[in-house]
């Protein structure tokens, strides 16, 4: 690990801020939008290595903004992890149907979430 960039899209503050301080502390380098909006414009200015997305955000969703990151060129291979709540099967099934990398439900589980998010650097590194 060489300072990756997380792009941590969240608008529950709480969330957002617990993601930050695990990732921080395992020498990440964090930045954090509330909206999806913000999350897109954020990436583009300064591509990360993985970004962890929020579904159930205000104004557009995590899978609508997934879309448009897999559509611009900049953006369109960053590996995007679902960071969600929503953890039913059938919304686990739409969800990785929208082409995500991986699923982490909240609330985090420390050993899943750390090992997730090496594992989908790792494979971005490995490309």
Not at 12 to 36: H, W
Not at 87 to 111: C, E, Q, W, Y
């Amino acid at each position: 690990m060489a300072n990756e960039h997380v792009l941590v899209i969240e608008d529950n503050e709480k969330n957002a801020k617990l993601a930050k301080d695990i990732l921080e502390f395992r020498g990440y380098r964090v930045s954090v939008a509330g909206t999806a909006e913000d999350g897109l414009a954020r990436a583009a200015a300064e591509p990360p290595d993985l970004v962890l997305m929020d579904i159930q955000l205000p104004g557009m969703n995590g899978i609508e903004a997934l879309a448009k990151l897999r559509e611009a060129e900049a953006t369109k291979a960053i590996p995007v992890v679902a960071f969600t709540a929503s953890v039913m099967p059938s919304d686990r099934h739409t969800i990785m149907a929208a082409g995500f990398n991986a699923f982490l439900s909240k609330p985090i589980a420390m050993k899943e979430f750390t090992e997730t998010v090496a594992a989908q650097i790792a494979a971005r590194d490995a490309k």
